[in-house]
């Protein structure tokens, strides 16, 4: 029996049985194993015998209770675990199309309308769930079309469902599928990506939600470091991304078959090559900190080397002398807010359990990924660029306070990344600047290593977490390894059925996200030439990720004999 199929008609008796009486207090929701995949809020009446999926029966409805709330938002969040989206959405339309029909022989009175109203309900859910991302699933978004003008034309004939329809109206224009004639989409601004372009302009406005049909310019390197700029959706392809680098170096469609066809390569800082293939898409949000795409030929692959400006380095003094650490820790935080906020819900699913076909879905969480990074070398890059001492120790100093008004504004990313770069291989070692840092200072750090210690599964800072309310930013990592773990430590299928367990656990994890973002970030933040200046700065670091290179700048600074 297909998934919503058992959904809509066998879910009932089951759960009826739970929490009826004497079934010892409310709805026990969750089972392990379970053929049940959608919302119990459909009850099958307890004196007909469970019928297979053809018959036709259809269940009868009662007002969801919370926990009937929460099944459905599991089926919501997890569906594509089991089953492709535009799967789950052609079943709806297929049972709300047969409602529309002749009734089935075996449907009671008055059962047309609850079925309607179930499917409405399933699809209001989904769409409040899903919103903007389905733009960019376009089999997706043509199925909730055809059922929204299914929907439509039947409107007028069921009073008692104008409040949904008007919500579900209000819905569609929300995520913006147009129902009507296909017209041409209105231009769409052009969005810089991290690290393509440095422009004040462009980092001092809001951070938005990118989607893959979103249009970028990024620049692609030749091997003598001249590049093309180029514009290009942000879900593009390889072949997508050569075929504009080939046209605006004006080469040929013959040329470009021969020996001289053009690879795109990703080329780090430390000089390692990745030779992307072809059909890979959205790489622009896969590359590393100082990465960069190289287009060459095969033969001219070996003699790519980094950009100098990722190998040359100059010490001396950079703008966080200039700040005040609290300055520093508020446009941090408030920076991370607004990319965190970018994240979509289901990008943390797609992100684990679908890997590769999910890479359209999980740009803004890959951002924030490399993010975290950049925070993490940022810490060891301006410490290492430090030669005078008793600068580097007030440096220290202030990036441990920097660290503590994170930890305050509950900006936990921020404080994990900061405290992660001070404990780097290269900083920790530099005996000579961690002895003049105060005592009160080094106390204080040595609590922030035991609040990020991984030791009994982050035991510490998931305490820390849950006595905190929202807004919180936290550990992304943290939350993504917790998802890893639930899926490679049970399996979604069972002889067939569904793991129900697993898929609760995993809806938990994500409406965590929900709770954390639940209320907005207020700070209070001067717009003053200065501070402006300080937020430039912080969303624009100019970081060493080159390990090697931090330690040649370590030994510098302190050799091994001191």
């Not at 089935?104 to 499917?119: D, H, M, N, S, T």
């Not at 590769?356 to 740009?363: D, F, L, Q, W």
């Not at 430090?386 to 503590?404: P, Q, S, T, W, Y």
Request: net charge neutral; proline share 5%.
């Amino acid at each position: 029996m297909k998934p919503l199929e058992r959904f809509l008609k066998k879910q009932g008796s089951h759960l009826a049985a739970r929490a009826g009486p004497g079934a010892g207090g409310p709805l026990q929701r969750r089972q392990s194993v379970s053929r049940i995949l959608l919302p119990a809020f459909l009850k099958e009446p307890p004196e007909q015998p469970a019928m297979e999926a053809a018959d036709g029966r259809w269940l009868e409805l009662r007002p969801p209770d919370a926990a009937l709330q929460v099944l459905l938002d599991d089926i919501i969040l997890t569906h594509s675990l089991f089953q492709p989206t535009d799967r789950f959405l052609q079943q709806l339309h297929h049972h709300f199309l047969m409602a529309s029909g002749s009734p089935a022989p075996c449907w009671e009175e008055g059962e047309v309308l609850p079925r309607k109203q179930a499917v409405l309900t399933v699809l209001l859910h989904f769409l409040e769930t899903f919103k903007g991302i389905l733009q960019e699933d376009e089999s997706a978004g043509k199925v909730i079309k055809d059922l929204y003008l299914l929907i439509m034309k039947d409107a007028s004939l069921y009073h008692e469902l104008e409040d949904e329809i008007l919500k579900l109206h209000q819905l569609v224009e929300t995520v913006e599928l147009k129902v009507t004639e296909e017209t041409q989409p209105p231009n769409k601004q052009v969005k810089p990506l991290f690290r393509h372009f440095r422009r004040i302009d462009s980092c001092l406005q809001t951070r938005v939600a990118f989607r893959g049909s979103d249009e970028i310019f990024c620049r692609v390197y030749m091997p003598d470091h001249s590049y093309v700029t180029i514009r290009s959706r942000l879900s593009a392809s390889v072949q997508d991304i050569l075929s504009s680098v080939t046209e605006k170096l004006q080469y040929s469609e013959e040329q470009g078959t021969r020996e001289e066809a053009l690879i795109l390569v990703a080329v780090a800082s430390s000089g390692e090559k990745a030779v992307l293939q072809p059909s890979e898409e959205c790489v622009f949000t896969t590359l590393g900190i100082n990465s960069h795409l190289f287009a060459c030929t095969k033969e001219t692959f070996e003699s790519l080397v980094p950009l100098p400006e990722e190998i040359q380095v100059s010490p001396g003094d950079t703008e966080i002398h200039r700040v005040e650490a609290e300055d520093i820790a508020n446009h941090l935080t408030a920076f991370h807010w607004e990319l965190f906020r970018c994240i979509h819900e289901l990008e943390f699913v797609d992100y684990v359990f679908h890997g590769e076909r999910g890479r359209r879905e999980t740009a803004n969480l890959e951002l924030m990924l490399q993010r975290c990074s950049e925070v993490q070398h940022w810490v060891a890059t301006e410490i290492l660029l430090c030669e005078a001492l008793g600068k580097r120790a007030h440096l220290l100093k202030k990036f441990v306070k920097i660290a503590a008004i994170c930890k305050q504004n509950q900006d936990m990313l921020s404080f994990y990344a900061v405290v992660i770069g001070l404990n780097n291989a290269a900083v920790s070692r530099l005996r000579l600047t961690w002895e003049k840092l105060p005592g009160k200072f080094k106390n204080l750090f040595r609590k922030f290593e035991n609040l990020t210690d991984p030791c009994r599964n982050h035991k510490t800072y998931r305490e820390v977490l849950t006595k905190m309310k929202p807004p919180i930013i936290p550990f992304v990592p943290l939350i993504l390894k917790d998802l890893t773990f639930l899926h490679e430590g049970s399996k979604t299928l069972l002889d067939g059925l569904v793991n129900i367990e697993k898929l609760h656990s995993i809806a938990e994890k994500v409406r965590t996200i929900r709770k954390y973002r639940s209320r907005p970030l207020c700070l209070e933040m001067e717009s003053s030439p200065s501070q402006l200046q300080t937020k430039a700065y912080v969303r624009q670091f100019q970081v060493i990720d080159n390990q090697n290179l931090l330690f040649e700048l370590s030994y510098k600074l302190e050799p091994s004999s001191q």
